[in-house]
């Protein structure tokens, strides 16, 4: 059916029944009236499917004579159309509430659409109107500048309905939207926008200078100008949480250059972005940056929108401020940190690390000292470039740095650890994409989190936020160098901890600090194993309360992601993904050793002792 979209008018659900559909479906033309004959077909509120992507249903205006109960659901049922405007909504409010309801200031996310009940006892007699009670689970909400944030527990929201004549309409309500989890599914997408990222001190030594873009996921609404409301979303600015460690080139205020401007690829790809007179007088270096941060953002919107082969930025009155080829803007490509990932390491039995290509079947010693018997190393983290490599003894006492190449000699040690054993010692290292290495030391006494720049021997303390007496047992490092996703242990659980690493300080000095620690995971009570799969994306080993290990992508602002399960093996103790498309997972199990996954087959084991599977990174 290529890309023509459906057209579905939902029907009134009665109290506690299931959404319908009524006319079928019908190609572009779509509903012109209700039909008096043929079936009806049930469609249950579901997850968004590839059939949910190419439907569109529109609300039902409110009916004669319908009681409060009616209306309220009637109200809900049509918040959930694709309407860009909700008009169909709004006819079930006063005009006053209509004028006063702001729906996309904030969405809150239930586990499934409210249940809807006149309220018993309102309290104070109210003879002019009725009160009906909104309630569910809620899991999440949504803020006005689209970030998304688990927020689970009760909800409970009162919706108050008066006479317009002989009618009954909502004059006060909830601030913006509340909707089951399904129909949030099928409505919004999670969409990244791109920023700067701040290296303060870090600029100088940085391998990528101040060219890093920054993933910052955001939830828009489908099928509602995506491209022109993505572009609106990243002239907004960052969300909150990302904002202190990034920045963006667009001038303060940069808005489209019209009130109802649209943005839309041409016949030729290409995307003319009118901006705003904020925007009118910026040079042509800072206009590129600009232009690389709009084409990142709009390549994440689909098929047509990942076609983009330039954009054109420019000045209210229709003047060129730049140009920005695809082929231009490679080198603001957020993969320049991440690197090649050319091959998969992991520790071997005895204790040398060991490599795999995407097609060897056996692992081969790495050149080098972390080669040879007898290095006797517990984990191993290899820098993006894949030039050096850093592993912490099995004993978890000590920290080395080498080259990954014939000849060179193991030198002393980087870092040392008083903790007295393996579980207390130093943690697996991990690289950032900018040169800087990253460890924890577990020691009881003296826990602290270390970054060596370019793995030298200097490091400099991180400042870590309260655990509230919990332990980093594990880390990995964002390739931008803006964010640590961390295992902390506590009171016997292990729960998966985001953080966004701040900057300050000389360059000669740098301080560094991790702030906004939140769960990017909280239905999960223990994680086992996590690594980063993309720029907003992590892969989990974990299990919720009382259930088996799943093996699960998530996305950095806790939501679900929009990926197809992976079908784990058992018993994941470690695992490893590549930040780009299109790269087998590597994982440690405890009865199959390491077991890797390529793209359309299943888990093979390529070795049957190892330990702690590494992509550069």
């Known amino acids: 059916m290529g890309a023509d979209r ?4 939902r029907t009134r659900r009665l109290p506690g029944a299931p959404a319908l559909l009524a006319c079928g479906a019908l190609l572009l033309s779509g509903c ?18 590839d059939v949910d992507t190419r439907v569109q249903v529109y609300g039902v205006s409110p009916g004669k004579g319908e009681q409060p109960t009616e209306l309220v659901n009637g109200f809900l049922e049509a918040t959930t159309s694709d309407e860009g405007n909700l008009a169909t909504a709004k006819e079930y409010l006063t005009k006053g509430a209509a004028r006063q309801w702001a729906p996309l200031a904030a969405t809150t996310v239930l586990a499934q659409a409210p249940e809807v009940r006149v309220e018993a006892d309102p309290g104070d007699r109210d003879s002019d109107g009725r009160t009906v009670v909104l309630s569910g689970k809620r899991i999440a909400t949504v803020d006005a500048t689209h970030a998304y944030r688990p927020s689970e527990g009760d909800y409970v929201e009162r919706v108050h309905l008066s006479k317009v004549g002989s009618e009954w309409r909502i004059d006060r309500l909830p601030r913006g939207l509340v909707l089951g989890e399904p129909d949030f599914q099928r409505m919004y997408e999670s969409v990244n926008k791109y920023y700067f990222a701040e290296l303060g001190p870090d600029a100088g030594n940085s391998r990528a200078g101040q060219g890093v873009l920054v993933a910052d996921p955001v939830y ?27 920045s963006t080139s667009f001038p303060s205020g940069t808005e489209l250059g019209g009130r109802d401007e649209k943005v839309t690829p041409d016949d030729s790809n290409a995307l003319k972005v009118r901006l705003s007179d904020r925007a009118a007088h910026v040079g042509q270096a800072r206009c590129a940056r600009m ?7 709009v390549q994440g919107l689909g098929q047509s929108a990942s076609e983009i082969r330039s954009v054109r930025l420019e000045r209210q009155d229709g003047a060129e401020l730049c140009t920005l080829s695809r082929d231009a803007a490679r080198s603001f490509a957020p993969e320049g940190v991440i690197g090649r990932g050319d091959h998969q390491y992991f520790v071997d039995a005895d204790h040398r690390v060991v490599r795999l290509s995407d097609d060897a079947r056996q692992p081969q010693a790495v050149p ?6 007898g290095v006797g190393l517990g984990s191993v983290a290899v ?41 207390h010692g130093l943690s697996a290292p991990s ?39 919990g332990v980093i047992t594990a880390l990995r490092m964002s390739a931008d160098g803006t964010r640590i996703a961390m295992l902390v242990k506590r009171a016997g659980h292990t729960t ?42 992590l892969v989990v080993a974990g299990r919720e309360s009382g259930g088996v290990q799943r093996l699960q992508y998530v996305e950095t602002d806790g939501s679900p992601a929009d990926v197809p399960a992976v079908p784990g093996p058992n018993g994941v103790e470690s695992v490893a993904a590549f930040e780009g498309p299109n790269r087998p997972l590597i994982a440690e199990t405890t009865n199959d050793g390491i077991v890797r996954l390529p793209p359309n087959t299943d888990w093979k084991t390529v070795a049957k002792e190892g330990s702690l599977p590494v992509y550069p990174g």
């Open 383 to 423: 820098s993006r470039d894949e030039r050096l490599a850093a592993g912490v003894t099995k004993d978890g006492r000590s920290l080395y740095v080498t080259e990954l190449r014939s000849g060179v000699q193991l030198g002393k040690a980087r870092l040392r650890s008083q903790g007295g054993s393996a579980e």
């Open 220 to 246: 828009l609404r489908q099928g509602v100008d995506p491209v022109t409301a993505a572009v609106k979303a990243l002239l907004d600015g960052p969300t909150s949480w990302l904002d202190p460690v990034v």
């Open 431 to 469: 690289w950032d994409g900018l040169g800087g290495l990253w460890v924890a030391d577990r020691n009881p006494q003296q826990p602290k989190l270390l970054r060596l720049r370019e793995g030298e021997e200097q490091a400099d303390e991180v400042q870590l936020p309260d655990l509230n007496g």
């Open 291 to 297: 232009a690389a941060q709009l084409l990142f953002t």
């Open 496 to 537: 998966l901890r985001l953080g966004r690493v701040e900057r300050w300080g000389g360059e000669e000095a740098p301080k560094l600090s991790v702030r906004g620690l939140h769960s990017v995971s909280p239905r999960l009570e223990d994680v086992d194993a996590v690594s980063w799969a993309g720029g907003s994306r």
């Open 368 to 373: 080098g000292p972390f080669g040879e018997d």
């Open 32 to 49: 012109a009236s209700m039909p008096d004959s043929g079936d009806v077909r049930r469609v249950d509120s579901s997850p968004r499917t």
């Open 6 to 9: 459906y057209r579905l008018r």
